[in-house]
């Protein structure tokens, strides 16, 4: 259901999630997910369990659409590269699209009420003429190859 237009956000900070072991002590964000589609209308969610990259790449084939991402904005935590962040998994967080006119005053609400971070990481594009996918970013940030992270089988 993402619109062309929309503002993706994440919850929380991703990447870094086995060497930390996060990934063994995490909490699904039910509770904030709930929160979220009480306030505003979303129009597409995901759980950020494959890696942003790959769970971006679903949410853009199910809604027929594409992305531009700011690599600048991906909510890291310390000493974590972009890649790590895009590739890795296992960060439980959440993804979704929101209107550009309901994104802001949601973003205001959740600094206040979440307990976990909400940042906007880039915009819901057309996928005709442009590649699904594309990231942005200052030199010294390096960015993956593929954005294939983990996968199951």
Known sequence: GARVGDWLLVTGRLGGSVRSGRHLRFFPRVSEAR?????????????????????????????????????????????????SALTEGEDFELLMSVSP???????????????????????????RGHSPISISAPRQIKLPVSLAGFQHF
Do not use: E, F, T, Y
């Not at 306030?39 to 809604?63: F, N, T």
């Not at 659409?65 to 000493?79: E, L």
């Open 101 to 127: 006119q309901a994104a802001p005053s949601l973003l205001r609400w959740a600094a206040k009420n979440l307990p976990c971070s909400l940042r906007r990481i880039g915009r819901v594009v057309s996928r």
């Open 35 to 83: 929160a979220i589609g009480r306030r505003v209308k979303l129009h597409a969610m995901i759980d950020l369990s494959d890696g942003l990259g790959p769970d971006l790449v679903r949410l853009c084939q199910a809604s027929g659409i594409g992305a531009q991402i700011d690599a600048a904005s991906i909510p890291r935590g310390k000493g974590v590269s972009v890649i």
